[in-house]
């Protein structure tokens, strides 16, 4: 990775954190494949000077900022009302009442020639699961980054309607862009 050696903070005023979902069953055609939107979100990335292979990052996902920003696909278009339903749902399944922060902690990074490939553990739902990110220098101090997390590795039993006949694929897409360009980068301790 090509971002300079230091602390870095990371949240949504340099970056995005997207979910996709996606939908199964019969009555598929009914639902709508959702792109959502964690609008409370942060990150601490360590980048060591020397060996990039000992950077780490943390995070912290507010389960509550959850924000609905398309829907595609359906018999309608997604309506507000449908918005509302659709971040009511995600509270029960989520259980965010009892468990309203998803975290990661990266455990290693394998820098590659355009990126990286960061393994850690994502707790979300109570449960904890590896994970692993892949992440691309898209342009000088801009990355992508993706990673699939199964639902059901958390204990999480994915949305369901009609009787089954419609359901959440169990695989959610995450997506993070960032921009290192302007990042806040506190000062290394002495």
């Given amino acids: 990775m090509a971002a300079s050696a230091g602390q870095v903070r990371l949240g949504p005023d340099n970056g995005h954190l ?18 959502i939107e964690v609008t409370d979100w942060s990150a601490q990335l360590d980048l ?6 000992d950077a ?14 398309e829907g595609t696909g359906g018999v309608k278009p997604l309506t507000d009302k449908d918005r509302g339903e ?3 749902n995600a ?30 553990t994502l707790t979300l739902h109570g449960a904890s699961a ?19 997390v199964v639902q059901s590795a ?5 949305y369901t309607a009609f009787l089954g006949a419609l359901k959440l694929r169990d695989e959610v897409e995450v997506e993070v862009d960032i921009d290192l360009s302007g990042a806040e980068r506190p000062t290394r301790p002495s």
């Fill in 56 to 69: 780490t990052v943390t995070a912290q996902i507010n389960l509550e900022s959850l924000q609905v920003r």
């Fill in 154 to 158: 958390y204990g999480i039993k994915p």
């Fill in 48 to 53: 060591p000077a020397d060996t990039p292979a």
């Fill in 91 to 120: 509270r029960r399944i989520l259980a965010v009442d009892r468990h309203p922060h998803a975290t990661f902690q990266s455990s290693q990074v394998t820098p590659i020639a355009s990126g990286a490939t960061v393994t850690g």
């Fill in 86 to 88: 659709i971040h009511g």
């Fill in 18 to 35: 997207i979910l996709r979902t996606g939908r199964q069953g019969v009555a598929s055609k009914v639902g709508h494949d959702l792109t």
């Fill in 130 to 148: 590896p994970i692993e990110l892949h992440v691309r220098e898209v342009t000088p101090h801009r990355y992508h980054g993706t990673a699939v």
